[in-house]
């Protein structure tokens, strides 16, 4: 609560916590965000991805305080900020488009934020050197937007949505409109900035290795719910449906048609074509089940005969990308298809399409799916 007593416009330490309750958001019929319930801890760096439509802008712009919701509350260091008016709400927010004042300079956008909570002129002056020197962009203080690149734009918008140091900073698309490389670069300037802010981040992207590289924790997004959320790791190695299985990451993925107990924490389980495979633990596994493997925990050639889970198959496609070769192979006598992925070595054998090889995996290494 200490964040309420301020000034507007002071400064205040590190991020805020964000608990959201049951919130929802309806149109007439349709249910943007079904009633939705997390807590973001303070300082984190949380992503939501999903595909588009699924309701992540819905979910930002009722933190923001421009949508309102249906229901629920958005309780924020212990005070529900649902009936607060978005400019009591200290929360900072990016967009894709950079929305800035195109006759304002570079310093005059930045500034802006305190000239509208009334902080004294040689006091904003002062914050803005600091801000724009937080984006490496002090040099450009009196240039016009129009004279910027899209990475220079995006870096005003982030130096504008901080400078009265909200504790929330929300982020929609932020680099969506930037080539691959600056996205990257940006990406950097982006975790830098919220470590040096310490700020709560809820920021909101289509791209999953964009997600993985800036979050803490993120959520995925489907039909206007959270479907998992946890960290990148945990949503890529225990995924609980093949949406996210396939949202995050690639994986072969197939039906379960048969599971039998086959030893001390064993399952024998049938693929779809037919193969057998031999998976750790029981639980889960059965028909109406799917089961996982990621393409880099499959071992193509010398050393897969060996592994638990052994297999002779075709090579049906080969790709050689920088720093990965990719297969599809398929098994013997099930035509059960898997992915495979191998960081290729000094000494890394390549299979040509067509050709005959083993595979193998560990029985640690296919997890089951719910759904
Ligand atoms: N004002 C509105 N009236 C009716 N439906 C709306 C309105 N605003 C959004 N929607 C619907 O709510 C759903 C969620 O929209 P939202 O903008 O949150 O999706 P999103 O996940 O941000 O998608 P994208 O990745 O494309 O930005 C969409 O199906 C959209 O058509
Ligand atoms: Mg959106």
Not at 221 to 243: A, C, K, V, W
Not at 282 to 299: H, L, M, N, S, V
Not at 329 to 355: C, H, S, Y
Request: one cysteine or more; glycine letters at 10%.
């Amino acid at each position: 609560m200490a964040r309420r007593s301020q000034a507007p416009g002071q400064a205040s330490l590190g991020g805020a916590a964000v608990s959201i309750r049951n919130l929802s958001k309806r149109y007439n019929n349709f249910n943007a965000v079904i009633p939705t319930t997390i807590d973001i801890e303070s300082g984190d760096f949380f992503a939501i991805i999903g595909p588009s439509g699924s309701g992540k802008s819905t979910l930002l712009g009722m933190i923001a305080g421009y949508i309102d919701p249906t229901a629920g509350q958005i309780v924020i260091d212990g005070h529900d900020i649902v009936p607060e008016p978005i400019y009591r709400r200290n929360i900072g927010m990016v967009f894709q488009n950079y929305a800035l004042f195109p006759h304002m300079t570079v310093a005059e956008n930045v500034g802006y934020p305190l000239r509208i909570r009334g902080v004294p002129r040689d006091e904003v002056a002062r914050r803005v050197n600091e801000s724009l020197g937080m984006v490496r962009l002090d040099a450009f203080a009196t240039r016009l937007p129009s004279q910027l690149s899209g990475g220079q734009q995006q870096r005003v918008a982030l130096a504008r949505s901080s400078i009265y140091k909200p504790s929330i900073l929300l982020m929609d698309e932020p680099l969506g409109a930037l080539d691959k490389n600056l996205r990257d670069e940006m990406q950097e300037e982006i975790k830098r900035f919220q470590q040096e802010m310490g700020v709560t981040v809820i920021y909101v992207t289509h791209d999953q290795q964009e997600a993985a590289f800036l979050a803490d924790r993120i959520a995925i997004m489907r039909d206007g719910s959270l479907t998992q959320i946890g960290s990148p790791r945990e949503l890529y190695e225990h995924p609980n449906s093949r949406f996210v299985a396939e949202f995050l990451g690639e994986a072969s993925i197939f039906a379960v048609k048969a599971a039998i107990p086959s030893g001390p924490g064993q399952t024998r389980i049938v693929l779809e074509g037919g193969t057998q495979v031999v998976i750790r633990g029981d639980k889960a596994a059965g028909p109406g089940k799917f089961a996982c493997i990621r393409p880099e925990r499959i071992t193509v050639g010398s050393g897969a005969a060996t592994l638990d889970n052994h297999y002779t198959a075709t090579v049906r496609e080969c790709l050689y990308t920088p720093g990965s070769i990719r297969y599809r192979v398929e098994l013997a006598g099930t035509g059960d298809m898997m992915k495979i992925r191998v960081l290729p070595q000094m000494n890394t054998e390549f299979f040509e399409t067509g050709t005959q090889v083993d595979v193998g995996w560990s029985s640690s290494d296919m997890t089951i799916l719910k759904d």
